[in-house]
Every structure is written in C-alpha cells, then in structure tokens.
C-alpha cells in the first residue's frame, strides 16, 4: 500500500521503469527518461545529502524554474526522510533570507550563478545555511558545490552505503511533513503552509479516481514548482505515470507545445487572458475586408458569450456565419498552436474570467477550471470532460472524499484529507483559518449551482463602498480586460469611498501591434500617454459601465506608463496583482481621484 508520496514514486519505478517518464531539452535537443533512470538519480540525490550530513526531516530549499533537475532533487530529499521547501526562483535577496531562516533550511538548491550571489548577497545572515548546491556551472567558491560534483559524491555514496540512505526514507510516515509551501501572499510576510505526505497522497488519489488525467496522457509543465498547482501535477504525475515533458521557459510554452504535442495542459488564467488579446488585437490591427469581417466575427462572438452567461442559447444567422468564417480559422489556428493533440487545459491558481472561457470555448478548446488553495493542496474542485460536471463560470464539483460548504457570510468551508496541518510555527494564523472540527476558511466566497462551485470574489477584496454596497473587484476587473486586447491589468480602488476608480496597465505586445496598424510611433511609456489610447481605453470603460449597477461603475481610471510584473514586485509569481503593493505604491494617484486630480 501507498501512503508516502516517495512510496508512490518507489511503486511506479518498479512497475514501468522502462516507460519514459520525462522530456526535456539538453543542449537545444529533447531527450527523453526513463522511469528507471529517474530513480537512480534520485538515489543519487537522496545519498548525497546523507553524505553531507543533512539529517532526517530537516528542511531542504529548492530555488530554481522549472526543469528536471528541480524533481530530481526534490525526490532526493524525500528519500533522505527529509522535507523539501520551495522557493520562488524571481524572489528577492530579502524573502530568500526570511524563508531559509523561518524554515531552518540547511542546504538549499539554486539554479545559476546570479542565484547563488543572490543568496551570497545575505548568506551572513542564515545561519543555519550550512550548504548551497548549483544547478547550473557556476564560479567555484567556498561552500558552494556544483551539481555534478554532488553528484558524484553521491553516487559513490550510494555504491558505498546504500542500506543506509534507503532506512532514512522507511521511516517516514504519511503524517510527515512532505513539503513547506511558503505562500506567494498579496499582503503581509508569506506564512509557511505545512503539506504532509498523506495530503498529497490523497489528492493524488482523488485525481486517479475522477479519471481527468490518464496514464497514457502527455503534460507540458511550465508552471513554477514553487507552486502548489505544479506541486499536486507532479505527484499525481509519480501516481498515474504518465509522459511529462519540461517546458524551457515560459516564454517558449508555444514553440514547446509544437515540440511536444501534449495531450493537456495546467496554466494560470493569465496566460489565457494574453492569448485571448492576441487574438482581438490582431483582428484590430488587420486591414480591409479581412479585418473587418474578423472584428464583425468577434463582435458576434462576444454577443454568443453575453447570450450564454445570462442562460440563453446562442444562435442566428449572424453567429452562424461568424462561426463558419472566422471562428472555425480561430479554432484550427489554436489547436495547431497547442500541438494538435490538446484535449483540455486546466486553469487554477486565480479567477478564470467566464468570457475568456466561452471564447476558447467557441474556438473548439476546452478550459477545466478548478479551485483550491495552498492550505488545501491545491485541487479541491475541479470541471470535468464530461456532462454535468463541465459549466463555465464554476470551478466544478469538490473531489471525491473533500467536504464543501458555505458559510452564512457567503464564505467557502473546505474540510477532508487535502486540508493542510497548520502555518509553520504560526499557531495563531492556524487556530484562525483551521477550526477544531477540521473545517477550513478558505476566505473566498462562493454560492454552489447545483453540485458545482462558484466563486463569487475574495472577501478581504471585497470593496465596501461609502454607501455601504459590497463590489467584488475582480469580476469588473476581468470583464474590462476581456473586453479590450491591450489592457493587461486593472486594480480597482474605492472602499469607504463614493464612487470606484482604477489604475490601468497595458499589455506591451498587443499594444505596440495595436498602434502599427494606426501608424502610432514611441515607446511603450509614450503609446501609454497617447490621447488615442485612452480613447480606446475610455469606450471599453463606457461599454462594461452599461452593464453594471450604478454603484458598481468606474468613475475615473489612469493608465500607467508600466505595467506590472514580478520583478516590480506587482504581481505574485502565479501573475496575480498583488492589491496592498498596488495600493502603497499608487497611492497618492487613487487618493488623487477623490480629490478632482483624477482623469476619466
């Protein structure tokens, strides 16, 4: 039986070591891995860290993108009994320095160079940072160790002591702590989210059971392993073993589709969000009849989709021939895009606006969007291919064995075998989201329709207006940034105020090709400032107000000359906003709409 997540990957070694279990790119050529040979890797891994004397159940960081070398060492501190703590490869000296103190990490993986001077930059300050191990070739200096060189005291450690490497796993027990997920966090300092063995054994488990994924499936990963959303993907990967194949960065995610023609793949909503811009702002830009009949065609898609959200049906002529002339070039464009093997994507991690989803809908691609938090080992509902468990605009029904409802403030309550054992070293911030009879405060809101799940908005989001009218954000948020190919974020601002406002970024590749096609000349920053965006910008503004209450419509909005990223510190490194940042940073701007010096 089962009941370690290295049990689970021991098991499928032994049962199909000759099948390929991974692909990846080396030296600009995909190669493929054996079931087998993975395991004499992690072998390897598991003795070098007992060589270096790192003890059972210590913590051990992993601070890299995504690539074979991050499982490999992450199942190598399994199988030395020990807990492995990701970290954000984008994360600064400073949160580095927090989590590896926070967590007592004593060997941390890093991928090149710049992450070990990033870490070099604070190592004075981590004391308990005994051992840093780089991926990638990097200056030799004292108390880092190249990878191969680990390696290779590994493997004669292996040869040497194999008994006793193997013990330290056989004394794991699934109530062991296999994973200390530190939360990207919208506001304050990340808490350490405690994930045992059995959490991920279970939603391993559960996955198996709805059949959503296959043994026989190919997966595209990109996802950062930092992740809870990649984490879950990965072990049910050792349980279903099933062909994954490493994407070589993000920004190659489509060249790697073609590659490697996956039959699925897990994303963020934004991703979508971009491609579904790409898509408006080329019909935008096309000239002539081409480009009229293509902007006509995504008009009618639009109303298809409006038609759709309110319970209707969508039909007639002008959809009909919307379909046949534009939407089906969409749709083989799209699947060709994805590798013409895509069965489904699956979306978590954030909101998927529903009109993005009835887009790719409408084009023939089918996007499962699910739910579940860092606390709740990722999956907790999740859509499935099949009738009555697939509606747009839910998340699906709970997984076989998880416990949902809804609270009487209209808050999600999540409790069974995926719920997390506690906040590291937080027995406050437990005690306040864990209730004794093991019910969870997820903090979102949600309204079931039928037996499927509905987020309704994220109740420290919700903005109270100085009329008392309770606004969720992020549905006017998506709505405008569906509705217009250059917008990339919206930050809506207006608790305790008389009216909303909202800061504005724009989407740097769509907005470039958006001002070709109007013979607009500058620079990002420039096209930002030009009276031609805003125009643009303004009637989206116009049209979503139509559709919303009176205390719900955007006043006043200013677009901003950058947009914002990870790096900014902007975004979390799933690409969500990070509102309390936003907030500091622009606030003499939003305080600036209630003043008069706003614009509209």
Avoid at 106 to 124: H, I, M, N, P, T
Avoid at 248 to 267: C, G, H, R, W
Avoid at 447 to 467: C, Q
Avoid at 478 to 491: A, N
């Amino acid at each position: 039986m089962t009941t370690t997540v290295s049990s689970i990957f021991k098991d499928t070694v032994s049962r199909h070591g000759g099948r390929v279990a991974a692909r990846h790119k080396v030296n600009g050529a995909w190669q493929t891995v054996t079931w087998a040979a993975l395991g004499e890797q992690v072998h390897t891994v598991s003795a070098g860290l007992t060589a270096l004397g790192v003890p059972p159940k210590a913590r051990v960081g992993v601070m890299a993108n995504t690539r074979l070398d991050w499982v490999v060492a992450d199942l190598g501190v399994l199988g030395a009994g020990c807990t492995t703590v990701p970290i954000y490869q984008s994360s600064i000296a400073d949160d580095v320095q927090y989590i590896v103190n926070d967590a007592q990490i004593e060997c941390l993986f890093v991928e090149d160079e710049g992450q070990v001077k990033k870490v070099e930059s604070a190592r004075a300050q981590m004391p308990n940072l005994k051992h840093v191990i780089c991926f990638d070739r990097c200056a030799a200096r004292e108390g880092v160790t190249q990878w191969a060189d680990f390696l290779k005291r590994g493997a004669e450690e292996w040869a040497a002591r194999r008994e006793e490497v193997t013990s330290r796993v056989g004394e794991v027990s699934p109530q062991d702590l296999l994973t200390l997920v530190y939360t990207s966090g919208t506001t304050g300092r990340p808490k350490g989210v405690m994930i045992t063995h059995d959490n991920m054994v279970y939603e391993a488990e559960a996955i198996e059971q709805i059949g959503i994924i296959k043994p026989d499936d190919v997966q595209l990963l990109f996802l950062p392993l930092a992740h809870i959303f990649a984490k879950v993907l990965e072990v049910t990967w050792f349980k279903l073993a099933h062909e994954m194949a490493f994407a070589e960065s993000i920004a190659l995610v489509v060249d790697n589709m073609k590659d490697t023609q996956p039959t699925f793949m897990a994303s963020v909503p934004r991703i979508f969000e971009k491609v579904h811009a790409k898509v408006v702002a080329k019909a935008s830009s096309a000239p002539g009849l081409k480009g009229w009949l293509a902007r006509w065609a995504l008009r009618k898609e639009s109303e298809a989709t409006a038609t759709e959200l309110s319970g209707g049906r969508a039909g007639g002529l002008g959809w009909g021939l919307a379909q046949r002339l534009v939407i089906k070039k969409v749709s083989a464009n799209l699947k060709e895009t994805f590798g013409g093997r895509l069965k489904f994507f699956i979306s978590g991690g954030a909101p998927l606006p529903a009109d993005i989803a009835y887009f790719f809908a409408h084009s023939g691609v089918t996007i499962l969007e699910g739910y579940g938090l860092t606390e709740t080992s990722a999956a907790t509902c999740v859509n499935l291919p099949k009738a009555g468990a697939h509606k747009i605009g839910t998340v699906g029904p709970a997984l076989p064995g998880t416990e949902v409802r809804i609270a009487e403030d209209g808050e999600i309550m999540i409790r069974g075998r995926g719920v997390f054992k506690g906040y590291w070293n937080r027995p406050d911030a437990t005690a306040e989201a864990l209730e004794a009879d093991g019910w969870f405060h997820s903090g979102d809101l949600g309204a079931f329709d039928g037996a499927l799940l509905k987020i309704t908005g994220r109740k420290k989001d919700i903005i109270v207006t100085a009329g008392g009218k309770n606004v969720a954000p992020q549905n006017i948020e998506g709505k405008l940034k569906s509705s217009c190919g250059i917008i990339s974020q919206v930050v809506l601002h207006g608790d305790k105020r008389n009216f909303l406002s909202a800061l504005v970024t724009l989407d740097e590749a769509a907005l470039k090709e958006w001002a070709t096609a109007r013979g607009l000349a500058g620079s990002y920053a420039e096209l930002t400032g030009r009276a031609e965006v805003f125009a643009e910008v303004n009637a989206v503004f116009k049209e979503v107000n139509a559709s919303l209450a009176s205390y719900e419509t955007v006043k006043k909005f200013k677009i901003l000359p950058a947009d914002f990223s990870v790096e900014s510190g902007e975004l979390t490194p799933s690409l969500k906003v990070k509102r309390n940042v936003v907030f500091a940073n622009y606030k003499a701007l939003y305080d600036a709409f209630y003043e008069g010096g706003g614009e509209r």
